[in-house]
């Protein structure tokens, strides 16, 4: 029977300012700063122990080659069993990723007793997914780009803790739960070489953070929301004006941010962001939650909803562990 010695458990994050695209391929170093709330029903679960890892190449490659980073830049070595579980749907946009490489990064340090600070964690789960940084703390976090070319000043802090802003949700609209055609490191990749307006879309978002993080403090949902639906339309636009195109976006999509603009219409607060997939992630206060519930149910083919407040940040040690079981 193999032995768990570590157990970690890390929160997903929705990016309110974008990051989409990196200057530095092999570091994961972001081409613009970005501004993230971690959510608290999108949750990771991982498991460490002493043993091999025999993964399947496809799901596990990732995790194999963050393995092999880790090893090297901390000088350990041992065969490891590692087990990552999710409790939402995997590769659909939702920043799965965020949480399993937070997770696993934490898991490790604890495993091998690093005793690495937030900073040090947040720039080691960068390693193996980007937003991985800012799923090390809790609340409302901003994810520095960095300036230099090793990458050590590339990590997140949080700007406000988890109970700053108790009313704050973010609904989950799942409309399908498959996997995307095309991966985000992809799509990244190719919306920075062939956008014509893929620049200019960075220096207008960067632009937004201070405006963001002031809304944020005074939590006024109107403004964060406004830049948020903003900020996304525009990446999105970056990403249909590349060559060839990418639309992440299905009929469903589109008449759910319908949907949204018509319950604005009637003065409910709901704002729209939505990531590198076709599920939409509905900005608002638990006041209007019910309503905008019956609304997508009524009016939306929808699979799943998630009512999201705002979560912790990783933690790691023997914490008790059984969720709705979905493999990465």
Not at 85 to 102: C, D, I, R, V
Not at 114 to 126: G, Q, T
Request: proline share 3%; aromatic share 8%.
């Amino acid at each position: 029977m193999k032995v768990v010695k570590i157990e970690a458990k890390s929160n997903s994050n929705i990016a309110l300012i974008k990051y989409w695209g990196k200057r530095d391929e092999s570091l994961f170093l972001p081409t613009k700063s970005s501004v993230s709330v971690t959510l608290d029903k999108l949750k990771t679960y991982t498991k460490i122990g002493a043993e091999k890892l025999s993964p399947d190449p496809k799901t596990y490659q990732g995790v194999k080659r963050f393995l092999k980073f880790f090893e090297k830049n901390f000088d350990v070595s041992k065969k490891l069993y590692v087990t990552s579980e999710n409790h939402f749907p995997t590769k659909a946009g939702l920043a799965s990723s965020a949480s399993g490489y937070s997770a696993l990064a934490s898991g490790l340090d604890k495993f091998f007793n690093l005793n690495l600070s937030k900073k040090e964690l947040s720039i080691l789960a960068r390693q193996g997914s980007g937003s991985a940084a800012r799923s090390i703390y809790g609340g409302f976090v901003i994810w520095h780009k960095g300036k230099k070319a090793d990458g050590s000043d590339s990590f997140a802090e949080q700007l406000f803790d988890q109970s700053h802003w108790p009313e704050f949700r973010v609904i989950v609209a799942i409309l399908d739960k498959n996997e995307k055609k095309i991966g985000s490191r992809t799509a990244m990749q190719q919306t920075v070489k062939t956008s014509n307006f893929y620049n200019q879309w960075v220096k207008k978002s960067e632009s937004q953070i201070p405006k963001i993080i002031e809304a944020i403090k005074n939590k006024d949902v109107r403004s964060v929301g406004q830049i948020a639906e903003t900020d996304a339309l525009e990446m999105h636009f970056c990403m249909q004006t590349s060559k060839p195109s990418i639309n992440y976006w299905t009929k469903n999509t589109l008449d759910t941010l319908i949907l949204i603009r018509k319950l604005r219409a009637k003065n409910i607060d709901c704002y729209f962001t939505i990531d590198a997939g076709p599920n939409v992630k509905i900005i608002t206060l638990q006041k209007s939650v019910d309503r905008i519930l019956q609304e997508l149910q009524s009016n939306i083919k929808i699979q799943e909803t998630i009512v999201c407040g705002v979560g912790h940040g990783v933690r790691a040690g023997a914490l008790p562990a059984k969720p709705d079981h979905v493999k990465i």
